[in-house]
């Protein structure tokens, strides 16, 4: 894992089970995150996804990639388009400096209508 | 109400007291996250199982029928904006910080205070305050995590006025005299006239009083076939015209009796496009030449 490596594309299909299932699971219980109806009178174009699963996508995306080992130490995120269901939701990321012994990546999750989220993840990996 | 005064108070207040998460860390809700996330580190599974660093916030929401504590400053200043008109809200950044992973069996706690409130700012959503809080989880005296969250609160920008249908009798209105008055005469009637000198026989568009061949005035038209070819066009953005909507194409015909006359083409322009005529009916008085790409080409 070197500074410049890329992480391997990833593609998340946000479809409303996905969507609801999320919220759920991390207790966000707010309407515009499972009922369409609801979330389309507030001015939404369908449900989408909430912040805490964001952050749970972006932490698994440096996971995944970086291994078991690979202590995830912050996660620092800046959100942008919504992504609602049906989206796709497409994960690039590279390692862009090393802090100490950590390494920081910087991760964008893209939909159809822009980013989504653009941040960075820090981690400390062994050896 | 003086939102920056409001913020000051709230911030003075410092740190809310402590609030517990509604359960210990526990196994059952890790699953139930990794199973929604996808997530399949074996680390979160097992004997040795820890929590989804990302999971922190998780275990402190206040859930379904959960009420903000009285002294949480990001309800305090959610409703200073409310009240001061900026109603809907829209979270831009979140910054956690995990200083380590949690065991099942911890009970964490969780404190927030005001960090920041920045504005009123124009933003694309509309004008709005940033407002920035900071939370600290706890298990016992320990600090386990850390999080800088933000939130705009905007009062959301007033939507446009829909745009009035353009009225199609309010077009511009051609000048018509004695020069021209065959040409908008024979467009009423279904005919395409073109101007031929009465004496050489030149055919000529725009219509004039003089040959400028022979300088006979005695000029007469022969009624075109209706068919030509575009020679050049534009495509009009701005400035808006009264009785259009833009954009639109106004396209220079060259005419297969060889003059070159302007009118509004249908369809994708395009340089040697083949045209025929339309006579289109504004209204009673008025009818005007346009043009549409060639059926049988």
Known sequence: MRIGDSLPEWHVEATPTFVISTALATRDFQDVHHDRDLAIKRGSKDIFINILTTTGLVQRYVTDWAGEDAQVKQVNIRLGAPCYAYDTLKFFGQVIERVEDDLVVEVVGRTGHGDHVTGTVRIGVPG | MDVEKEAARIAEAGESARRFARDPVNLPMIHNWTEAIGDTNPRYTGPDAVAP???????????????????????AMVRVLDEAGFTSVVATNSDQTYHRYLKPGEHVSVTARLEDVTGPKKTALGEGWFVTTRSTWYVEDEIVAEMRFRILKFRP???????????????????????????????????????????????????GPMCPECGATKPKYLVS?????????????????????????????????????????????????????????????????????????
């Open chain 2, 157 to 207: 920008a007033v939507a446009e006025k829909p745009k009035a249908e353009p009225v199609r009798t309010q077009v511009i209105r051609p000048a018509i005299n004695r020069d021209t008055e065959y040409f908008w005469e024979g467009l009423k009637q279904g005919e395409l006239r073109i101007q031929r000198c009465g004496q050489c026989g030149l055919l000529r568009h725009p219509p």
């Open chain 2, 225 to 297: 076939e209706g068919y030509g070819v575009v020679y050049s066009y534009v495509v009009h953005h701005h400035p808006r015209v009264p009785g259009r909507e833009v954009p639109f194409v106004i396209a220079l015909v060259e005419l297969d009796e060889g003059v070159r006359m302007l009118g509004e083409l249908a369809g994708v322009p395009r340089i040697g496009l083949p045209v025929q005529v339309v006579f289109t009916k504004v209204d009673d008085e008025l009818t005007m030449p346009t043009w549409r790409p060639r059926e049988d080409r």
């Open chain 2, 53 to 75: 660093p990302a999971m922190v916030q998780v275990w402190t929401m206040y859930g379904l029928n959960g009420v903000r504590d009285a002294d949480d400053p990001l309800g």
